[in-house]
């Protein structure tokens, strides 16, 4: 897996990344895909969505601050790129934590393609059918194995399934890998989940032949660079800045030297 080869590509492909996201984050979701070189769109209403995916690369959704208006135009948006083969990516955010998350999640998953699903440990064992519940969007203990939801859910959804914590997991085809990148500042930013499905958007967008490296090398290099912003920060809103200037600026020799990537 050749990860600066595919991040080359971003950086001079330039590939649009359609997101129906979260409020909270949404800035820090577009700067991170205008950082790593992509370009990143933004569009939520119902009149547009359809329009707007035909031009992206990937798209990105995320359900961590739903209206009935945001479901409408997940569901045509998903439309679009299910006709034209564009992948999505679907962040759970806070499945587990209410009804309407929990139904969107489902609605979503039986209605739609979904090509990546991600979330946190509880979410995706929560949109897999396990009784957890999570802490609003942070993760509740999961005491079943991860990688077995995952390769599981994979397996069900023929997706690949992503899990984000302490180490990444991501499933598919009856595969695992695992990613230790990663800092324990990541966990102290409001959002680096967020961009985490909007890293992996962007590689899906140049990767979208192979979704499961894609996903995997996304995750490396979201982890490499909070590991290298986490060197010259003082604490969370420092590294939140840093990691913007090092996703802009991250070299081969960061990724050869710095990967932690196993297989299951």
Same mark, same amino acid.
């Given at each position: 897996?050749?990860?600066?080869?595919?991040?080359?590509?971003?950086?001079?492909?330039?590939?649009?990344?359609?997101?129906?996201?979260?409020?909270?984050?949404?800035?820090?979701?577009?700067?991170?895909?205008?950082?790593?070189?992509?370009?990143?769109?933004?569009?939520?209403?119902?009149?547009?969505?359809?329009?707007?995916?035909?031009?992206?690369?990937?798209?990105?959704?995320?359900?961590?601050?739903?209206?009935?208006?945001?479901?409408?135009?997940?569901?045509?948006?998903?439309?679009?790129?299910?006709?034209?083969?564009?992948?999505?990516?679907?962040?759970?955010?806070?499945?587990?934590?209410?009804?309407?998350?929990?139904?969107?999640?489902?609605?979503?998953?039986?209605?739609?393609?979904?090509?990546?699903?991600?979330?946190?440990?509880?979410?995706?064992?929560?949109?897999?059918?396990?009784?957890?519940?999570?802490? *609003?969007?942070?993760? !509740?203990?999961?005491?079943?194995?991860?990688?077995?939801?995952? /390769? $599981?859910?994979?397996?069900? &959804? =023929? +997706?690949?399934?992503?899990?984000?914590?302490?180490?990444?997991?991501?499933?598919?085809?009856?595969?695992?890998?695992?990613?230790?990148?990663?800092?324990?500042?990541?966990?102290?930013?409001?959002?680096?989940?967020?961009?985490?499905?909007?890293?992996?958007?962007?590689?899906?967008?140049?990767?979208?032949?192979?979704?499961?490296?894609?996903?995997?090398?996304?995750?490396?290099?979201?982890?490499?660079? *909070?590991?290298?912003? !986490?060197?010259?920060?003082?604490?969370?809103?420092?590294?939140? /800045? $840093?990691?913007?200037?090092? &996703? =802009? +600026?991250?070299?081969?020799?960061?990724?050869?030297?710095?990967?932690?990537?196993?297989?299951?």
């Amino acid at each position: 897996m050749n990860i600066y080869e595919m991040l080359n590509e971003i950086r001079s492909k330039q590939p649009v990344i359609h997101h129906i996201t979260n409020w909270v984050t949404i800035f820090n979701c577009a700067q991170a895909v205008k950082s790593i070189g992509a370009s990143p769109v933004m569009a939520h209403a119902t009149q547009e969505a359809a329009e707007m995916t035909s031009i992206a690369s990937a798209l990105v959704l995320n359900i961590g601050t739903l209206t009935k208006e945001l479901i409408e135009s997940m569901l045509i948006s998903t439309k679009t790129a299910n006709e034209k083969k564009i992948p999505v990516v679907l962040d759970a955010c806070g499945a587990g934590a209410s009804t309407l998350r929990n139904s969107s999640c489902q609605k979503l998953i039986t209605e739609r393609k979904i090509d990546i699903v991600k979330g946190n440990a509880s979410e995706i064992a929560s949109v897999a059918g396990h009784n957890v519940k999570t802490k *609003g969007v942070d993760s !509740s203990e999961v005491e079943h194995s991860l990688s077995d939801i995952a /390769l $599981n859910l994979s397996n069900k &959804l =023929s +997706s690949v399934v992503v899990i984000t914590g302490k180490s990444d997991y991501v499933a598919a085809n009856g595969k695992v890998s695992v990613i230790d990148n990663g800092t324990e500042l990541m966990g102290r930013v409001v959002g680096t989940g967020c961009i985490a499905a909007s890293i992996i958007g962007c590689f899906a967008g140049v990767g979208r032949s192979d979704l499961f490296t894609a996903s995997t090398a996304a995750l490396s290099v979201w982890g490499i660079a *909070g590991e290298k912003a !986490s060197v010259k920060s003082d604490g969370a809103g420092s590294f939140i /800045l $840093n990691i913007f200037d090092v &996703l =802009s +600026s991250l070299s081969e020799d960061d990724i050869v030297k710095n990967k932690k990537i196993s297989f299951m």
